[in-house]
């Protein structure tokens, strides 16, 4: 299917030809639904501390940072805000002058003067218009003032990259959310010696933007906090790009070569296998909110990161237990009760093995990355949500799972999904190193047989593209994982623009 010059292309891109064969016989035989044993809730797969074990738990953090933990804030920051503004650029681009009544457009004009980029909007419409915002919005002229935040020419917020975009007002000015990602990782993710590690994965062509901003503000910030911050940026690795096909499931050429399209944030668990850290929090660029409602975030950051910091003291404690050889059938049991508890793994094909067999089989899945997810009540936002589901080697374990990777034909699978009663807001924290102290190669825990296939375009051609498995979905499909429900405070994201006017982001 592919030709001497594919191959060659391929060989040049530092890719390698059987994994481009591989993508492309997917394209024909789709990718597998995902066995489900049941959606995940309280006492089954969601644990809900009582206060007194958040508590311990906060304890347990700030004393594993005080002993100089080895902690960094991983932010996928690579989006662009376009899709923020989907409603604006149809109004824009549209017959109307005036948008209908009751519409996001109406709502954000309304209510223009909440936004923390009023000041530079008005900037922008003198410069553009000789005209303040005001003067635009008594005259009418509805259409230049939306065109002044997301056109080229004016503010240019539908190209920018969201983690950019001003987000919250402050006395002494605004701030975005690589500024908010930055406070509230000085409040959550200080060590002992006052170190705050963190990395943003961005796009290519918006690197050099990130670059200053950071540049602007991060000195400033650690002296107001008394922190040190170390701040890295890393870009979605070339080499896990993902060929695309024609219609007919063979290779798409565009100027006279393959063409091939990022993989998806699944690509990203490669950036994550490059951090330096032992413990690694997890959160979306736009999910911050004001210094005066982060309470709520702060405590349930340190509630997360010291249960799983419990969770490893106890892993750890099997592991050494396991490896002087001091178990007997009594402990191998208590064992298989923690994973089955902790971790909601359960495997038939354990049953009648002997003890030396369990013995292996329970080190070979405590010793494995770890990673506790926060979990909020299902209130009707989008979102992936969390499940016991069943993996290759039969176990059951628990997953995060997005809509495309459940049968919808499987009417038991519909009612299980209709009955979930939480969802997946982003909000992890990982521990990825082995009690030797070395990184797991975290690209071997990837389920290959998950991702999804949709149908694109390029210039006017129709084409079928892949995903990677999620990040947080098929990249991290064999870890161990625990979920613990979070307060819906701490899920504060922002998908359009009109979200910035809710009162979490007015502070």
């Known amino acids: 299917m592919l030709s001497q010059e594919d191959l060659a292309y391929i060989e040049e891109r530092g890719m390698d030809a059987a994994q481009v064969e591989a993508q492309l016989k997917r394209f024909e035989t789709g990718f597998p639904y995902l066995k489900i044993k049941d959606a995940a809730r ?47 650029f149809s ?46 919005k008594q005259e009418g002229r509805f259409k230049e003032l939306i065109a002044a935040i997301i056109k080229p020419d004016g503010m240019n917020y539908g190209g920018l990259p969201k983690g950019l975009l001003k987000f919250h007002s402050y006395p002494a000015g605004s701030r975005t959310p690589v500024e908010e990602q930055l406070a509230e990782g000085a409040q959550t993710a200080a060590n002992g010696n006052g170190d705050v590690k963190m990395h943003f994965t961005v796009s290519a062509n918006h690197r050099q933007l990130f670059e200053k901003k950071i540049a602007e503000v991060a000195d400033k ?36 070569h393959l063409l091939f399209r990022p993989g998806g944030h699944g690509a ?8 330096d850290a032992t413990v690694v929090f997890i959160k979306n660029i ?99 949500g969390p499940f016991v589901a069943f993996n290759r080697d039969g176990s059951a374990s628990l997953q995060i799972l997005e809509s495309t990777q459940i049968d919808p034909s499987n009417e038991a699978y519909k009612e ?59 990249a991290m499909s064999d870890w161990n994982t625990a979920f613990v429900e979070v307060p819906i405070a701490t899920f504060n994201p922002v998908k359009t623009v009109n979200d910035l006017l809710r009162p979490t982001h007015q502070g």
């Open 42 to 88: 309280q006492g089954q797969g969601i644990t809900v501390l009582t206060p007194q074990e958040e508590d311990e738990a906060i304890a347990r953090w700030k004393q594993f940072l005080a002993d100089g933990g080895d902690v960094c804030k991983f932010v996928p920051a690579s989006g662009a805000a376009s899709r923020m503004f989907k409603a604006l």
């Open 91 to 136: 109004f824009v681009d549209g017959d109307a002058d005036v948008p209908a009544e009751g519409s996001d457009v109406a709502a954000l004009i309304e209510n223009i003067d909440k936004l923390a980029f009023i000041a530079d909007l008005d900037e922008t419409t003198r410069r553009l218009y000789g005209k303040s915002v005001a003067d635009l």
């Open 221 to 256: 910030m650690a002296a107001e906090r008394g922190v040190q911050y170390h701040v890295s940026l890393s870009e979605q690795k070339p080499q896990t790009d993902t060929v695309a096909a024609n219609p007919d499931n063979t290779p798409f050429h565009e100027d006279g």
């Open 268 to 275: 990203l668990i490669e950036n994550l296998n490059d951090i």
């Open 286 to 384: 736009d999910n911050v909110v004001p210094d005066s409602l982060r309470d709520a975030t702060v405590r349930y950051k340190q509630v997360i990161g010291g249960y799983l910091i419990r969770l490893h003291d106890q892993v750890e404690a099997y592991l050494n237990q396991l490896g002087t050889g001091d178990y007997n059938r009594g402990t191998l049991q208590e064992m298989l009760h923690f994973l089955h508890t902790a971790f909601s793994i359960s495997d038939r094909s354990i049953d009648g093995m002997n003890d030396t067999d369990v013995a292996m089989y329970v080190h070979e899945k405590l010793n494995r990355p770890l990673r506790v997810c926060g979990m909020v009540k299902n209130e009707g936002e989008p979102g992936g």
């Open 416 to 474: 299980m999904v209709a009955s979930a009663t939480h969802f997946n807001p982003v909000d992890l924290v990982c521990y990825v190193k082995d009690r030797s102290g070395n990184k797991y190669n975290l690209t071997r825990y990837v389920d290959p047989d998950t991702g999804f296939i949709s149908s694109k375009s390029s210039h006017g051609k129709e084409l079928r593209a892949m995903e990677l498995p999620g990040l947080w979905n098929g």
